[in-house]
């Protein structure tokens, strides 16, 4: 028998929401065609790796010495490390080298390690909602308690709000910008007013949160946004990202933690992610990819294709009349579900009538909302003009709008 409590996560309802559309759209594509289903559940980046990225996979493949493919430290290749020095220093405007960075399974991999490192039964992790869906049980699996703070109307950090649920159980902040599912980006304004809440509150409490910024979707932004450096507005802070999202590598696993040299207690919290990736069986990052991303890291990748898709699909829901947030990074929409639907659950459903696949919002922590992944294929985007204007027009002809 599976344990009791793994069994209700994994048949709650909005439980691997995505991965559940995801298949379901395997499902309905193989049933009435490809071109007839309209999948957007899945935040799968759908370029190419960069021509970088191939040839480092080919030169590393051709390496035939002995013990290529061996156990290294559990923290990665001591090069590959100051290789992603050099990447932070860059994104943050700061000196770091590679005994701050830890080498992950991804960055999944990096935050479960992160908060195996830090919290203790019954510590607490604020996160602004909407947010990934996977941090509940990703904050849960090392028994913490993940805290969710809405966000202001147009998806900014409500400061305010976060000040007033940190206590003496608070571990750390998790931020993710830009955001999934929203697609916003944190100004410097904004996390400036964090971390100064952050300061406050460590002088007037025990302990000191730490500020976990997962960073996957940083290099991905339109309209001349940028994302704003950490390290200079917080010294407890930790970067965890992969390559996922930039390089388009998701299933290759590999990304890796920065803590902040600045950190009050950096070398134990390195060391602790270390000994976290060991003991969760992680063991180390693989080794041939580590090896093909030190080579590959600073290629320059195009986005452009993504910020036309975004750009494509928003004229398709202003023609059917859908409210959305405009995104500033990643690659999602995120929608409102009209008024005549008591949950996002519904509207959701409404629009797979017409072979539309969307992600519930509640699912992000984001009730009343639904997510739109455009890493798609323009044809999808642009086949779905008519199932996405029909699906409105029923609800207007039933007069329920």
Known sequence: MIAPQIKEL??????????????????????????????FSLGNPDLDPPKEVVQAIMEEAKDVSHG?????????????REEMAKKTALEQNAEIHGENVVMTVGAASALNCIFKALLAPGDEVIVPAPFFAEYRHYVRNHGGILVEVPTKADFSLDVEAIKSKLSEKTAAVLINTPNNPTGKVYTKEEIDGLTNALKEHGKSCRRSPYLICDEPYRAIVYDGVKV???????????????????????????????????????????????????????????????KVIAKSWSAKVDYSSYEKR???????????????????????????????????????DHLKKYFILAAPGTGFGGKGWIRLAYCVSEKTIINSEKAFVKAMQELKEGGRL
């Open 10 to 39: 994994m048949t709650n309802k909005n439980a691997s929401v995505i991965r559940k559309m995801f298949e379901e759209g395997i499902a309905l594509k193989k049933k009435y065609g490809e071109e007839n289903v309209f999948d």
């Open 68 to 80: 290529c493919h061996g156990y290294m430290p559990n923290a990665g290749y001591s090069e590959v």
């Open 228 to 290: 704003p450096p950490v390290f200079s507005s917080y010294d407890d802070t930790i970067i965890c990202t992969s390559f996922a999202k930039n390089l388009s590598l998701p299933g290759e696993r590999v990304g890796y933690v920065a803590v902040n040299p600045k950190c009050n207690d950096a070398k134990d919290v390195v060391a602790a992610v270390t000994f976290a990736l060991r003991i969760l069986g992680c063991v180390n990052s693989p080794a041939f990819f580590q």
């Open 310 to 348: 975004r750009d494509m699909l928003m004229k398709i829901l202003d023609k059917a009349g859908i409210e959305y947030f405009r995104p500033q990074g990643a690659f999602y929409l995120f929608c409102k579900a009209p008024k005549c639907f008591e949950t996002d659950g519904e509207f959701s």
